[in-house]
């Protein structure tokens, strides 16, 4: 039988990675993938910590998430993924109800639970947003696991009914991801799901549009990256529906120059990948397919890599100049081209 009591908490506490206990605490909030807490004073002192690098936190009144919490820091996962659950049955402010999420999800994820965690990744990106990516699962199923085919077929639904590009980029990302280690073949733009919009009609860019783009590439190929910036913010309002492709490349091309955390490599990442599933057929996808590869290389996830090189390589509309980027890279990964 599941007990669900836990000792009365009269302080908030929260652990991050080796450091000390942060106690006692007040947990405020947790928005944009980061928990928020003050450290009494005087003075008070607000801090912030990203999800993905907490052990262990507690909350006054929230017993459910307390026993769930006390559970995994004694290794039992299991038992906690039920805990959490309940937790997520109680009323409670939206923040805290998104943190339950969170920490389910890490939970599921850790015990190969990943129909669990893929369906509380699609419910954390609608509540928050790209922020969920970090959380993106990645204990991937075998084969013919029936984990494999649920998530699907959840991904698959989400797919059909958002049109919110961030969302469908992230979708599209964990569903290649998943093709990429249990299917052997390079994926398409078709497998992405059978609601992938079309295209954008192909239209000229704007003569002034097209000579702001040229002075980025330039910005960018001379290290210029605050310049780069600068123009790329303001375009970003006016710029038309022709160019949105070309923007979004350069967009990820400056986030990817500029990377320090994994977070900043992620967005790069599903800021290219906004390109290959809402304009697969732009002369940009190509590009955007490699960047995206290159950033899954950055973060560990190689048969993703590979497998985007692949598509990136067999895309009708890649240049020379990309697929020789792409070989090389093949190449560096030790995979066959």
Same mark, same amino acid.
């Given at each position: 039988?599941?007990?669900?009591?836990?000792?009365?908490?009269?302080?908030?506490?929260?652990?991050?990675?080796?450091?000390?206990?942060?106690?006692?605490v007040t947990?405020?909030?947790?928005?944009?993938?980061?928990?928020?807490?003050?450290?009494?004073?005087?003075?008070?002192?607000?801090?912030?910590?990203?999800?993905?690098?907490?052990?262990?936190?507690?909350?006054?009144?929230?017993?459910?998430?307390?026993?769930?919490?006390?559970l995994i820091?004694?290794?039992?996962?299991?038992?906690?993924?039920?805990?959490?659950?309940?937790?997520?049955?109680?009323?409670?402010?939206?923040?805290?109800?998104?943190?339950?999420?969170?920490?389910?999800?890490?939970?599921?994820?850790?015990?190969?639970?990943?129909?669990?965690?893929?369906?509380?990744?699609?419910?954390?990106?609608?509540?928050?947003?790209?922020?969920?990516?970090?959380?993106?699962?990645?204990?991937?199923?075998?084969?013919?696991?029936?984990?494999?085919?649920?998530?699907?077929?959840?991904?698959?639904?989400?797919?059909?009914?958002? !049109?919110?590009?961030?969302?469908?980029?992230?979708?599209?990302?964990?569903?290649?991801?998943?093709?990429?280690?249990?299917n052997p073949?390079?994926?398409?733009?078709?497998?992405?799901?059978?609601?992938?919009?079309?295209?954008?009609?192909?239209?000229?860019?704007?003569?002034?549009?097209?000579?702001?783009?040229?002075?980025?590439?330039?910005?960018?190929? !001379?290290?210029?990256?605050?310049?780069?910036?600068?123009?790329?913010?303001?375009?970003?309002?006016?710029?038309?529906?022709?160019?949105?492709?070309?923007?979004?490349?350069?967009?990820?091309?400056?986030?990817?120059?500029?990377?320090?955390?994994?977070?900043?490599?992620?967005?790069?990442?599903?800021?290219?990948?906004?390109?290959?599933?809402?304009?697969?057929?732009?002369?940009? !996808?190509?590009?955007?397919?490699?960047?995206?590869?290159?950033?899954?290389?950055?973060?560990?996830?190689?048969?993703?890599?590979?497998?985007?090189?692949?598509?990136?390589?067999?895309?009708?509309?890649?240049?020379?100049?990309?697929?020789?980027?792409?070989?090389?890279?093949?190449?560096?990964?030790?995979?066959?081209?």
């Open positions: 039988m599941l007990l669900l009591f836990a000792p009365a908490v009269l302080a908030d506490e929260i652990r991050v990675g080796d450091l000390p206990p942060f106690k006692p947990i405020e909030r947790f928005r944009a993938g980061q928990v928020w807490f003050v450290i009494p004073g005087p003075p008070e002192r607000p801090l912030e910590k990203p999800i993905t690098d907490v052990v262990y936190l507690q909350i006054d009144g929230a017993d459910r998430l307390n026993r769930a919490e006390s820091v004694r290794g039992k996962d299991s038992q906690a993924i039920r805990v959490y659950e309940l937790a997520l049955e109680e009323t409670g402010p939206a923040w805290r109800q998104s943190l339950i999420r969170a920490r389910l999800l890490q939970a599921a994820d850790r015990q190969g639970r990943f129909d669990l965690a893929t369906t509380t990744y699609i419910r954390l990106l609608d509540e928050i947003g790209l922020y969920a990516a970090p959380l993106q699962p990645t204990n991937l199923p075998r084969r013919g696991s029936g984990f494999r085919v649920t998530a699907r077929r959840a991904i698959e639904r989400a797919l059909s009914g958002t !049109a919110d590009p961030d969302t469908r980029a992230a979708l599209a990302t964990l569903q290649r991801e998943i093709d990429a280690v249990t073949s390079p994926t398409t733009n078709e497998t992405i799901s059978p609601a992938t919009p079309t295209s954008r009609p192909t239209a000229a860019v704007d003569p002034r549009e097209a000579e702001t783009f040229a002075l980025i590439a330039s910005d960018l190929a !001379a290290g210029r990256h605050g310049a780069a910036r600068g123009r790329l913010s303001s375009l970003e309002r006016v710029v038309s529906p022709a160019g949105r492709p070309t923007f979004l490349r350069l967009e990820a091309q400056l986030a990817v120059a500029t990377a320090e955390k994994p977070k900043h490599w992620l967005k790069a990442g599903l800021t290219a990948m906004r390109v290959v599933v809402g304009y697969p057929d732009s002369p940009e !996808a190509p590009a955007c397919l490699y960047v995206s590869a290159v950033v899954h290389e950055r973060i560990g996830r190689r048969a993703l890599a590979v497998s985007l090189l692949r598509e990136c390589k067999a895309h009708g509309l890649a240049t020379p100049d990309v697929i020789e980027q792409t070989d090389a890279a093949l190449a560096r990964l030790g995979a066959e081209r």
